[in-house]
T-cell receptor, first 114, second 110 residues
């Protein structure tokens, strides 16, 4: 079964450093998302991306965050200057069409900011 | 009032029991309702989704939506130890983002 792949599974970084989280969505999917889950809290929407531009973003997704689809297969989330409170599990997700509610999630990248 | 409320549990049941998981919501604009299962340190996995009020069945799982009461449920029949996980309800309004509940941790013991 096709799946969303995320790398690395765990990333440790120092506060103030830049990190890039990588995702390979399912190949025929067109809509891409990042969500995050702080330990013990609910899964929260960060950003949606379609046709090479951001469709919607949450209040969390400030100027320190950016997303990119650098080629036909990868979808990345960059945090320019990490803060302690950015420590969380980051999930990439994708779906095939706008009206398809079947959103497929990757296994996540656990980001630890020290 | 939170948009989506879900009892975090934990809920502990014996194998074979019928499990009932529930969420309430405050915004009547929610249109689609989903249930995800999340194993420890894994991404959410879609179990069921539904649009209208009523029941939808898939194997041992039944999703129920009552829009008039703003209440959704997931029933698991003949629960198995492999069903032990966190169950997340999620909803969509007229935008593209999922709003999740906090999740209910379920433990099914042999």
């Amino acid at each position: 079964e096709p799946e969303v792949t995320q790398t690395p599974s765990h990333q440790v970084t120092q506060m103030g450093q830049e990190v890039i989280l990588r995702c390979v969505p399912i190949s025929n999917h067109l809509y891409f998302y990042w969500y995050r889950q702080i330990l013990g809290q609910k899964v929260e929407f960060l950003v949606s991306f379609y046709n090479n531009e951001i469709s919607e973003k949450s209040e969390i997704f400030d100027d320190q965050f950016s997303v990119e689809r650098p080629d036909g297969s990868n979808f990345t989330l960059k945090i320019r200057s990490t803060k302690l409170e950015d420590s969380a599990m980051y999930f990439c997700a994708s779906k095939s069409t706008a009206t398809n509610e079947k959103l497929f999630f990757g296994s996540g990248t656990q980001l630890s900011v020290l | 009032q939170k948009e989506v409320e879900q009892d975090p549990g934990p809920l502990s049941v014996p194998e074979g029991a019928i499990v009932s998981l529930n969420c309430t919501y405050s915004n009547s604009a929610f249109q689609y309702f989903m249930w995800y299962r999340q194993y420890s340190r894994k991404g959410p996995e879609l179990l069921m989704y539904t649009y209208s009020s009523g029941n939808k069945e898939d194997g041992r799982f039944t999703a129920q939506v009552d829009k008039s009461s703003k209440y959704i449920s997931l029933f698991i029949r003949d629960s198995q130890p492999s069903d032990s996980a966190t169950y997340l309800c999620a909803m969509i309004r007229n935008t593209d983002k999922l709003i999740f509940g906090t999740g209910t941790r379920l433990q099914v013991f042999p």
